[in-house]
């Protein structure tokens, strides 16, 4: 299960990693926003960190107009490793070496075919399970 969460300037592209899930058949939780109106972040950001910290959801895809608001707020909750990408090698390396839980995006920053391309590879890329990478994100926790 993945938990979607973004603001009024993610909502689009939210639309677009639904659509995307859906077509690939893997079950998500949106845990908003619903709309395009104005809103704040943080509630949505730690929503679906909060599902995923708490073992509901297995993964997170957060977004905001730069990824960065979200991602902050997604990373002050224990358990989540939340890594901002906007580009696929970032997407591959923060699943193989951080063993990153989150992915968040900034809907101003990358369009609508990279962002689908960082997800798709962020969703199949297990973690490496290399010692040293373990030990750091231990050590991380
Ligand atoms: O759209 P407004 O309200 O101007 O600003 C919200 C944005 O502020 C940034 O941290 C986030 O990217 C968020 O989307």
């Not at 300037?9 to 058949?25: R, T």
């Amino acid at each position: 299960m993945v938990a979607l969460g973004s603001d009024h300037g993610g909502y689009d592209l939210k639309q677009e990693v639904i659509g995307y899930l859906k077509e690939k058949g893997i079950a998500f939780k949106d845990f908003g926003c619903m709309g395009k109106e104005s809103c704040d972040y943080p509630e949505y950001g730690r929503a679906a960190a909060e599902a995923v910290a708490g073992g509901e959801c297995d993964m997170g895809i957060v977004i905001c107009t730069t990824g960065i608001g979200i991602s902050i707020v997604a990373n002050k909750v224990k358990g989540v490793r939340c890594a901002l990408c906007a580009d696929t090698v970032s997407a591959r390396l923060t699943r193989e070496h951080n063993d990153a839980n989150m992915l968040a995006m900034g809907a101003g920053i990358i369009g609508k075919n990279l962002a689908l391309g960082i997800v798709e590879t962020f969703l199949n890329t297990p973690f490496s399970g290399e010692e040293k990478h373990a030990r750091r994100v231990k050590a991380i926790e």
